[in-house]
């Protein structure tokens, strides 16, 4: 089946600086992929839409200057938590789309994020 | 707004029984609606799609059904086993298979041997 990583798995960052998650397509191409945030015990909250080439699509709500999303190439898709905080602290999933028919949107492991 | 609910929040059972977890949307125009399970700490699995044209999907000992018109899906569990537990959402796509999934609350389901 179809493979999406990120990496990394976890990370530790002080208040104040930014951090970057990698979600990568390993064995097929994207032209779509999604960010979601998951708070503990919480189900998934959509954050933005990402499209290669083109500007992300953000939610309601979520600060597009503070969640950064960059998706260069087909294969990888780039989240950058600025200027992080304590409550940005969560598990962040993202997820692939493969192509336009039914299930085929993959998703990534997740990335668990702790602000300090 | 699509909001997506699902009962009960959390489940505790002895192994080898018949579950049901229910989910509900509130606006009945969805394109399809997928389950998926969740284990601690990590991303998730696809279980089950159905269609919007469709009534049931089965796989092995799951079983998914949809009733469109009232916003309602069913997630069937037989014989469960404590390798069930985890968290099982259900999340319903508007428009196309490449639309954003609006994802449920969850179920948190405990098997213990």
């Known amino acids: 089946g179809a493979v999406v990583s990120q990496h990394p798995s976890w990370v530790i960052c002080k208040s104040g600086t930014s951090v970057k998650i990698e979600c990568r397509s390993l064995?097929?191409?994207?032209?779509?992929m999604f960010w979601y945030r998951q708070f503990p015990k919480q189900s998934l909250m959509l954050m933005a839409t990402?499209?290669?080439?083109?500007?992300?699509?953000?939610e309601q709500g979520v600060e597009k200057d503070k969640f950064l999303i960059n998706h260069a190439s087909l294969t990888l898709s780039t989240l950058t938590v600025t200027s992080a905080h304590p409550e940005d602290s969560s598990f962040y999933i993202c997820?692939?789309?493969?192509?336009?028919?039914?299930?085929?949107?993959?998703f990534g492991p997740g990335t668990r994020l702790t602000v300090t | 707004k699509q909001e997506v609910t699902q009962i009960p929040a959390a489940l505790s059972v002895p192994e080898g029984e018949n579950l049901v977890l229910n989910c509900s949307f509130t606006d009945s125009a969805i394109y399809n609606l997928q389950w998926f399970r969740q284990d601690p700490g990590k991303g998730l699995t696809s279980l089950l799609l159905?269609?919007?044209?469709?009534r049931e999907q089965t796989s092995g000992r799951l079983n998914a059904s949809l009733d469109k018109s009232s916003g309602r899906s069913t997630l069937y569990i037989a014989a469960s086993q404590p390798g069930d537990s985890a968290t099982y959402l259900c999340?319903?796509?508007?428009?196309?298979?490449?639309?954003?999934?609006?994802f449920g609350t969850g179920t948190r389901l405990q098997v213990f041997p």
């Open positions: 997820s692939a789309l493969r192509g336009t028919g039914a299930n085929e949107q993959y």
């Open positions: 064995d097929f191409q994207a032209t779509t």
């Open positions: 990402s499209n290669e080439g083109s500007k992300a699509t953000y």
């Open positions: 999340a319903v796509r508007r428009r196309r298979n490449t639309d954003k999934l609006i």
């Open positions: 159905i269609q919007s044209s469709q």
